[in-house]
């Protein structure tokens, strides 16, 4: 592996330490317990995509390709497995916190799975131990902007699921989430699938509006509740 592509596994860590700075000296927390337990699950969630990669590998032994195919990996085995592993931790341990009371909360733990999960994730992307790297337009690119998108879909997710816990039906909110994350993930990987460089950018202006969409009202929705 080039050092070029070495270089982009230090985004996520990275990525980990800025944001958590920024929450010490912005907001003066003491306590970073909970995140770190968010990082942790995140990095052990990455186990069900690597079972998923490995059955559907062992069942097609990599030929994708046909279109049904190749949108049935990128779309479930990819994106669904990718974010029903961060959906676990974040619905099922931090959903149940008493300081979990709505998006914002929901973003942040969703954020740090998401930085947790793309920090092993891209690593076994880079070696090649799970995708299908010789089918990528650009893999250099891929790697580098995975972390950040990974944000993105994280966001999407703790949003809505956010919106569940302030809701008597959290079933419809939760699943929401994870939806619209998967897609979100289907979108971005099948870009560097197809070398559709209008997807991409598609998909660079459509994450950047979505996610400060959704962090922006999560951040309101907090304000409001303290009134």
């Given at each position: 592996m080039s050092i070029?592509?070495?270089l982009s596994l230090a985004i996520s860590p990275a990525l980990i330490v800025i944001t958590i700075l920024y929450?010490?000296?912005k907001f003066s927390i003491k306590s970073f317990v909970n995140i770190r337990n968010a990082i942790l699950l995140g990095m052990i969630s990455v186990i069900i995509l690597y079972i998923a990669n490995y059955l559907i590998e062992l069942r097609w032994d990599g030929n994708?390709?046909?279109m049904r195919r190749m949108a049935f990996f990128v779309f479930v085995v990819i994106?669904?497995?990718s974010e029903f592993a961060k959906f676990i931790p974040l619905k099922f341990s931090f959903f149940k916190l008493k300081n979990f009371s709505g998006p914002l909360e929901g973003v942040i733990y969703?954020?740090?799975?998401?930085?947790?999960?793309s920090m092993v994730t891209s690593v076994?992307?880079?070696?090649?131990?799970?995708?299908?790297?010789?089918?990528?337009h650009n893999f250099t690119l891929f790697l580098y902007t995975f972390p950040i998108a990974n944000l993105v879909f994280a966001i999407s997710m703790g949003?809505?699921?956010g919106m569940a816990k302030m809701r008597r039906n959290s079933f419809i909110d939760a699943s929401t989430g994870l939806f619209v994350a998967t897609f979100?993930?289907?979108?971005f990987y099948f870009g560097f699938i197809t070398s559709d460089i209008r997807l991409l950018i598609f998909d660079a202006v459509g994450f950047t509006i979505i996610g400060t969409t959704f962090l922006v009202k999560s951040v309101s929705i907090k304000l409001e509740d303290r009134k």
């Amino acid at each position: 592996m080039s050092i070029v592509n070495l270089l982009s596994l230090a985004i996520s860590p990275a990525l980990i330490v800025i944001t958590i700075l920024y929450l010490k000296f912005k907001f003066s927390i003491k306590s970073f317990v909970n995140i770190r337990n968010a990082i942790l699950l995140g990095m052990i969630s990455v186990i069900i995509l690597y079972i998923a990669n490995y059955l559907i590998e062992l069942r097609w032994d990599g030929n994708y390709k046909n279109m049904r195919r190749m949108a049935f990996f990128v779309f479930v085995v990819i994106a669904f497995s990718s974010e029903f592993a961060k959906f676990i931790p974040l619905k099922f341990s931090f959903f149940k916190l008493k300081n979990f009371s709505g998006p914002l909360e929901g973003v942040i733990y969703s954020i740090y799975i998401g930085l947790g999960f793309s920090m092993v994730t891209s690593v076994l992307y880079a070696f090649g131990i799970i995708g299908s790297t010789d089918k990528f337009h650009n893999f250099t690119l891929f790697l580098y902007t995975f972390p950040i998108a990974n944000l993105v879909f994280a966001i999407s997710m703790g949003f809505f699921v956010g919106m569940a816990k302030m809701r008597r039906n959290s079933f419809i909110d939760a699943s929401t989430g994870l939806f619209v994350a998967t897609f979100f993930h289907g979108l971005f990987y099948f870009g560097f699938i197809t070398s559709d460089i209008r997807l991409l950018i598609f998909d660079a202006v459509g994450f950047t509006i979505i996610g400060t969409t959704f962090l922006v009202k999560s951040v309101s929705i907090k304000l409001e509740d303290r009134k």
